[in-house]
Structures are given as structure tokens and as C-alpha cells.
């Protein structure tokens, strides 16, 4: 490759989140030279319920990418981030059987009990990595649908995930990368296969699963049909792709086992690097992009989905900082409110799918900045209650780094360092997954050797704010965030 090249050369980074699409146009350096975005909605169809048709992801994918500013550069590959798990069935023509299953969908709490019941924790760890949460780990889903939906399982002929769908879309290969794969519940970690004891579980066989790769690999090239929608030039090499919180992990640099990362968004992700996997950590383990290290993951299911679910129902849709002028009118403690964000169950450190999301202590005197006060800081109390699940399995945490759209708002940056308690760095690069992405699709084109090199490329790119704990607002917070520890064990039978 010819760097010097009168065209400038770049990447494509594609982001499927939650609720909307987004690419990137990245140079080797790590600057991202151009971004776009398209929407795309969760369905709820029953409480505690999440799942989308696969359809809105590539149509946004279309969208965003054909929105970038491409002309006269060099475009060398493309990447994929992806929410993950998210369970795709798919029909002997490889189109989608159903809508996809959500990482935080809990319907499938029964099937997730019972896999637990079958196995016992340490052993289910010791296979898969993690402990069959329910929709985290996504043969739960794929047990429901079996049961439930007996029609839709009748007509599967290949599972994947979301990236499977993505690469299918752009290349006609049928792959799944490691950090997916490990989610998935079907992996066998020691040996990094597919387990045919849990296939023959869950009524399959490998060969109804992907091709197990590297994230960074190759999946295939970019066919002509895929590219004369995208605009881009056919041939492309197309990396598998990753999960969103693998790719965030890469874009924003992380290379160090002592950095804890985390990652704001719909939900919250705290991640740490593990060059040796350590799997009863009360954590869920999820691998990185090789297939040989791990990322330790402490995660919500409603961090951001909590703000926005307070914002559009109490505030009127996109009045994001009217919700941030009303914390402002309130003072840390939210005048006695303690709100508990588990609005799709919750996942670390209580992995329950019957949680549910509780606004406790409010009286005559309450008020609406009170209650708004109280979900941003619910939503930094169980970052907090993670960050002590981490802290328990290693050393103390001194700085995190933050990044996401959960991280732009200057009074939630606030009111989180406050909370947490500890030196914050939050990033400039808030769209950290796209990025990853790119940097995916630049070492399948071959611009770094491997995922070390990219995260330095990534780390000297980006620029981060420092902000300090203020030590009397700290101390504010800890009669609340006691009480928001002891709520949930205390409801826990009610719910």
C-alpha cells in the first residue's frame, strides 16, 4: 500500500447500536474524516422484551455510509461494530426468520434458569465463560424461540448474530467473529469452538453456525451489488467485525490490563483488558478480538435508555438539556430520591431479569428537577456498584476513561466523577465503536499489523478532558448510593 498516494487513504467504520447507524470515514491516523448517521427503533412488544428486524440495520447502513465524503480518497476496507449478543435466525436464503433478539431482552429468564440448574455456575463459567444470562447469552434467546416460537425455529437453517448479517449483506460469506462468538453461549473456551454438547442442547448442529474468525480478519470482499448501494468501490476486504464494546475498547486505545474503560451509551459498559481469562469475577467475559484475550465486562441494561425513557416521557422528546437544567436545579442527593434504572431487569452485579426500575423516597416536597437529579445520579450509582464488583477482583481503580454519548453532557461528567469517586479522562472521540470499526477495516486492508498498533494509532489521536472528584459533593453522595445498594435486595422478592 502506497501511503504517499495522491488520494488520501481511509477506511469505513460501521456502527449498528441501538438505536441508530452510524459510519465513519477514518484516515490511517485515526482521525475521523467524516461521520453520518440514520436511525433505527427497538421494538418492546412485551415488557421486558427488546428486539429489532435486522432489515433496519442495513438499510441504515446503506444510509450512513452513502452519506460520507468519499470522493477522492482511497477507501482500502470496511469494518463492523455491533450490539452484542443480538441472536439473528436466518432462513435457508439467509434472510431474517424473525426479528432479532437484544442483548437486553430477559424473556428468556426460564431458559436461562434452567441452563444454570443443568450446569451450576463455576462449571457453566469454565465452559462458556459466563453464566447463561438471560438474553446476554444469546442460546437463551434461541431456547425460547424453540419453545415458544416453534413455527420460526422450524424454519432456521443458519443462527448468527448481528455482524453475521452484516457480513452476509456485504460479501455472502457467513462468519462470526470471537468477541460475538463468546456471547453467544454456545462457544467452548478452551478450545474456541463451537461446543456440540450445547448445540445438541439448543437443537442444532455446527453447521448451523458461522465460521468462526478474528475480528480483524477478512470475512470476504465487499461484493458488487453491496457496493453499488454503499458507493464504494467493489472488492473491498470487509473485516467480521466485533461487538460494540470491543471495538469502543480499540477506538479509544485501550491496550493495558491496569485501564479500566467505560463505555456510555444506552447501556454502560466498564471493561477491563485480561491477558489471562479469570472467569468467576462476577463479571461477564467476553472476548476481545483474537480469540486469545478476554475483556472483563461489568454492564447495565438502562444507563442512557434510563435518561431517555425519563426525558421522553416527562420532558417531551430531544429536551436533553432541559434534563441536564433541571439536575442543575437540584443538588446532589436529589432532595432523598433514590432511583433504581433496572427498566429491562438488570444485568452486573445482580444479573436479574425480574429487577425493575423504582423511584424511592419522594414526598410532598419533590420535585420534577428532583426526580431528573435522581435518574442521572441512579445511573452513575450503578456505575459505581460495578466499579466495586472490579475492584473486589483486582487492584483499586485510580482513573477511568470514559467515552460515548452518555459522556457529553457536562453535568452528568460531573455528577459521575463525583459518584465514582476517582480521577475521570473523558474522550473526545465519543464515537469510539465506529472507530474501532474503521480500525477493523484497516487491519483487514493491511494499513496496521494488528490490534496493538491500531489502539496506539487510537490513543494518539484522541484527546481526553481530565476532571477531578470534589470531595464534599463526594460525600453528598453516600448515605444515597448506600440506600440504592440496599433497595434492590430488600425488593427483590416483590418484583
Not at 490511517?28 to 428486524?53: I, K
Not at 472488492?235 to 456510555?264: K, N, Q, W
Not at 416527562?314 to 427498566?343: D, H, M, Q
Not at 460495578?386 to 487492584?395: C, K, P, R, S, T
Request: charged share 20%; with cysteine; proline share 5%.
Amino acid at each position: 500500500m502506497n501511503l504517499a498516494s495522491k488520494k488520501q487513504p481511509c477506511t469505513v467504520g460501521i456502527d449498528v447500536g441501538t438505536s441508530s447507524v452510524k459510519a465513519v470515514l477514518a484516515d490511517a491516523n485515526g482521525a475521523v474524516l467524516s461521520s453520518a448517521s440514520a436511525p433505527c427503533s427497538v421494538q418492546h412488544p412485551a415488557p421486558a422484551w427488546a428486539e429489532v428486524h435486522p432489515g433496519q440495520w442495513w438499510d441504515g447502513a446503506v444510509r450512513a455510509v452513502r452519506a460520507l465524503e468519499v470522493a477522492g480518497r482511497d477507501v482500502l476496507g470496511i469494518g463492523i461494530s455491533v450490539l452484542y449478543p443480538a441472536l439473528v435466525l436466518f432462513d435457508r436464503e439467509m434472510n431474517p426468520v424473525r426479528p432479532a433478539i437484544l442483548y437486553c431482552d430477559q424473556r428468556s429468564a426460564a431458559e436461562s434458569a434452567e441452563l444454570l440448574a443443568r450446569y451450576g455456575e463455576k462449571a457453566a463459567r469454565r465452559l462458556t465463560g459466563n453464566a447463561f444470562p438471560a438474553g446476554s447469552a444469546s442460546i437463551t434467546s434461541l431456547l425460547w424461540v424453540k419453545k415458544h416460537e416453534p413455527q420460526a425455529f422450524e424454519r432456521t437453517a443458519k443462527v448468527g448474530h448481528a455482524n453475521t448479517f452484516l457480513v452476509h449483506r456485504l460479501t455472502g460469506e457467513f462468519a462470526i467473529d470471537y468477541s460475538n462468538a463468546s456471547l453467544s453461549g454456545l462457544l467452548d473456551t478452551k478450545r474456541n469452538q463451537w461446543s456440540a454438547e450445547l448445540c445438541d442442547l439448543a437443537g442444532l448442529t455446527p453447521a448451523h453456525l458461522p465460521r468462526l474468525m478474528p475480528g480483524t480478519a477478512a470475512a470476504g470482499a465487499l461484493s458488487n451489488d453491496a457496493a453499488s448501494l454503499l458507493g464504494l468501490p467493489p472488492g473491498l476486504p470487509v473485516a467480521a467485525g466485533a461487538g460494540d464494546t470491543a471495538c469502543s475498547a480499540l477506538g479509544i486505545g485501550v491496550s493495558d490490563e491496569i485501564e479500566l474503560f467505560l463505555c456510555c451509551g444506552s447501556t454502560n459498559n466498564f471493561v477491563r483488558l485480561a491477558r489471562t481469562p479469570e472467569f468467576d469475577n462476577g463479571l461477564i467475559n467476553s472476548s476481545w478480538l483474537d480469540g486469545s484475550t478476554w475483556l472483563n465486562v461489568g454492564t447495565t441494561n438502562a444507563s442512557g435508555a434510563a435518561v431517555q425513557w425519563f426525558v421522553e416521557n416527562y420532558l417531551g422528546a430531544g429536551e436533553y438539556e432541559r434534563f441536564f437544567e433541571l439536575c442543575g436545579r437540584s443538588s446532589p442527593g436529589a432532595g432523598g430520591i433514590v432511583f433504581l434504572p433496572y427498566l429491562a431487569g438488570e444485568r452486573t452485579p445482580w444479573y436479574d431479569p425480574k429487577a425493575r426500575a423504582v423511584f424511592f423516597g419522594i414526598t410532598g416536597a419533590s420535585s420534577l428537577a428532583d426526580l431528573a437529579r435522581a435518574v442521572a445520579e441512579g445511573v452513575c450509582f450503578a456505575d459505581r456498584h460495578i466499579l466495586e464488583v472490579f475492584e473486589q477482583a483486582g487492584a483499586p481503580v485510580k482513573a477511568i476513561i470514559a467515552t460515548g454519548g452518555g459522556t457529553r453532557g457536562e453535568m452528568m461528567r460531573k455528577i459521575r466523577t463525583d459518584v465514582l469517586g476517582c480521577e475521570m479522562r473523558f474522550s473526545a472521540t465519543t464515537d469510539a465503536s465506529a472507530l474501532g470499526a474503521a480500525l477493523l477495516g484497516a487491519i483487514a486492508a493491511g494499513v496496521h499489523a494488528g490490534p496493538r498498533e491500531a489502539a496506539a494509532v487510537a490513543r494518539n489521536a484522541a484527546t481526553c478532558s481530565r476532571y477531578l472528584p470534589d470531595q464534599h459533593r463526594r460525600a453528598s453522595y453516600e448515605k444515597p448510593y448506600s440506600v440504592y445498594t440496599r433497595l434492590y435486595p430488600r425488593l427483590k422478592d416483590l418484583f
